[in-house]
């Protein structure tokens, strides 16, 4: 049994644990304060008290060492409780987590191996570099060839660069023929881009935000862009590279420089056109030359193809040399 802790912010963290999950062989259990549709490649479901509904918040850090364990937080408490109580009936083999240091902390205090999901941006600060210390194992969900951190460095031993996890990774992309067809994939937690912005003669469609439409299955639209404009969050640019379409990133500002260093990366090796400021009306003609001047073709070295299946194998292979180590 493998346990996966997920994050209750955002979808990503989520739509991430689904598709690793569904290339593993051992059976899964999620544990998260988030809703989980009923359409998930899980074998249970454990869904964790919230820890965020105080309406007062003492010594939340833990005087710097961690990110957040408020004292006496009542949510907080249970939230660990019933993790533990897990662990004690389930006896899992391992656990995922992505993300959050004190439950990733929490469980290898519980004798459990731990595999965390490393994040983009600055990683240097005391809670990180002690989670990146006490994992058994580390995901990194970009390519290697691409960037290695230096706060990465010191634990390069017992970190796996899988590539961009993309839930349509396997989808078969079309041959591209629609012209002027602009998508703007916003996500639960990415951009609002005005339906004013700029003057392309273009059909608009939005995905997500406040201005668009959620869909379950985004897939057609992305593969018939012309040009996709989306934020640098990580499952968003997995998500483009498995489109192969070309794009404009505007990286939205999040802790740690998270996604000013996708965008860097991005800029860097020429995948996509990056505006690290929001552009001006008379910006966006410039970005959409840019952007249609980049062959679709280049998102190939974000190594989507496979990566959820080359976490899934980590993982698994994280159980058992940590089982075999301990078994007469």
Not at 143 to 156: A, I
Not at 215 to 238: E, F, K
Request: charge should be neutral; hydrophobic fraction near 40%; include cysteine.
């Amino acid at each position: 049994m493998i346990g996966y802790y997920v994050h209750q912010h955002g979808y990503g963290h989520l739509a991430r644990a689904m598709s690793i999950t569904e290339r593993m062989t051992r059976p899964v259990t999620v544990l998260t304060s988030r809703e989980v549709p009923q359409d998930n490649p899980f074998t249970d479901v454990i869904a964790l008290p919230r820890d965020d509904a105080a309406d007062t918040v003492h010594e939340p850090t833990a005087h710097g060492a961690l990110h957040w364990a408020p004292h006496f937080d009542t949510g907080y408490t249970a939230r660990m409780n019933a993790i533990a109580a897990w662990v004690r009936d389930a006896r899992p083999e391992a656990m995922v987590v992505d993300v959050s240091v004190e439950v990733a902390t929490f469980a290898r205090l519980l004798g459990v191996p731990v595999v965390v999901i490393a994040l983009p941006g600055h990683r240097t600060d005391a809670p990180h570099t002690l989670v990146h210390t006490l994992a058994d194992r580390i995901i990194a969900a970009w390519p290697r060839e691409l960037r290695v951190p230096e706060w990465l460095r010191p634990h390069d031993h017992k970190t796996v660069y899988v590539g961009g996890i993309s839930r349509f990774d396997g989808r078969p992309v079309p041959p591209h023929a629609t012209k002027g067809n602009v998508v703007v994939l916003s996500g639960a937690g990415g951009i609002d881009v005005a339906q004013s912005a700029g003057t392309e003669s273009a059909d608009w469609t939005w995905l997500g935000g406040q201005h668009g439409d959620w869909r379950s299955d985004p897939w057609p639209h992305l593969v018939g862009a012309d040009v996709i404009i989306t934020h640098a969050g990580q499952n968003s640019i997995a998500d483009t590279a498995a489109a192969r379409r070309p794009a404009i990133v505007i990286p939205q500002r999040r802790p740690f420089g998270e996604q000013h260093t996708t965008a860097t990366v991005l800029d860097r090796h020429g995948l996509a056109a990056i505006a690290f400021d929001w552009p001006a009306p008379d910006g966006w003609a410039e970005l959409f030359r840019r952007a249609r001047g980049i062959d679709g073709d280049q998102w190939r070295r974000w190594r989507v193809h496979g990566a959820a299946g080359r976490a899934a194998a980590a993982i698994e292979e994280t159980a058992r040399v940590c089982r075999a180590a301990v078994s007469p």
